[in-house]
């Protein structure tokens, strides 16, 4: 097979050829090898060999272990966008978090990388018939791939799976097995499936080409991040010696069994040993509390994980109950590069985040790849993640359908146009008709701020999740004509702005008895002095912090003054 690739055995060391087809060391039988390359040539080369590929997965085949781009399979794997986190950043404080958006790939999940590389590898090595267990995506990946490989893939589904993900694994012509279990069950069920036919069995941690395609998640992270900041500074590291590459402060990312973030820190890993970066990131590794055995056993210091007998969450992704080795794995790497932590959330704060990144970014994320910016959130109101840090989450996968959970009821207006509407006019019938469903008065609110970016914020929340008139105020003094105009019945209210502030502007509405009754919330970026909370005391209704707050806070106050 690929002579530029070695397997080493975790448990003894022995280095020996790849073959998809073998599953343990050839000396001591550990299931448990890893990929090795020859860093060194490919450290000095890399860079040379990279203009004039096309930014996708195959683009560091170098560090893959086969032996090339195989365009037969090819779906346009990896080379998914890197998008700034604008608002979501405004609202934490921190102008430098980045979305990894694996929702673009062919199948909608960062699985589509794990899928690609491995049935390329099955296809050099001439399997034409393969199983796994999956919690959804997976499957859906190889199925996808599978099919363009003339690969028969058996698929066995926890029944915890949504009706529509196994449908869309079924189009692709995989058998489909439901097993009505834990999904460490279904992977028994399939491991024994798999031994009794004489099949190859997709091993996740312990399969060589799932862990190496995770790795051009790291890659690909590194050179776009250089495209946004450059080279990283030598005054940046305290060394003396530049890199080409730049590399984050924190990467975030969901785990359920371990793989993603396993494969992931290993491409840091190698990226730092070729000497393309300058330092390893800090890992954000973030379970669902239902099913958190590896938080467990990183908050007590134990290096193996207790496996979760009955998993707690409706998010069935991420319910592996038993982590294994790859759990240690990944904390030796932390511990050796010196970083990182583990961390869980509630499926609530789960569910929530969903909606902060689809109304707040455009990003509709499943609720499995929102647990990362769940994570997030926690860790910054922690103070664990610094202002000016250079943060990568992975949006791993796209919201496929959207839980009735998620949305809840009232979503959508109901417009129904009768018959009768149409007997005389058809034009008059069909505005009467829809004069049903806008004839609301909607609350009338002012936002007043100088900067553009702060009042785009305001808009963003208010718009997306609630019926208001707005009007928008650049001056104080604007403010000041706005709010006489128009009455407003509630003003949204910064404090530092050139000319006439916010103090000011308050002073105005408060001698106008016309203005003076109407409520004020300030949204600052200002430390206030003991005298300037003062001069607001009694005259406002809210104080918010800029940075300090996610749209639902600033709409709870909102909801609370206007009907
Ligand atoms: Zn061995």
Redesign the pocket.
Known sequence: MSAHVKVE?L????QAPYYPTSYT?P????QW?EARYDYETIGRTLLSLLPGRPFDLWRYRELLPVHGPNQVISLGEGGTPLIHAVNLGMMLGCSHIYIKDERQGPTASFKDRQAALSVAALKEAGITEAVLASTGNVAMAYSAYAARAGIKLWAFLTSLVPSEKMREVAIYGTQVVKVTASYDQAKQVAAEFARQRGLYLERGSRSIPSVESMKTIAFEVAEQLTGIFGPPSPSQNHSTTTTPWQSPDWYFQSVSGGLGPHGVLKGFDELHQMHLIDKVPAMANIQVEGCSPMVHAWKQGLEVAEPIRSPRTHIATLATGDPGRTYTLIRQRMLQGGKGTFESVTDEETYRTVHILAKMEGVSAEPAAAVAFAGLIKMVRAGMIKPSDVVVVNCTGHTMPIERVILGEGWARNLVVSSRDFQEVPEEGLLAALSRVTAERFPRIAIIDDLPDARRLIRRILQSQGDYTLFEASSGREAIDLAQREIPDLIILDLMMPEMDGFSVLDALKNDQRTAPIPVIVVTAKELTAEEKNRLEGRIHTLMQKGEFMNDELLDEVRALVK
């Open positions: 055995c448990d003894c060391g022995y060391c000396r001591c039988g550990s090898r």
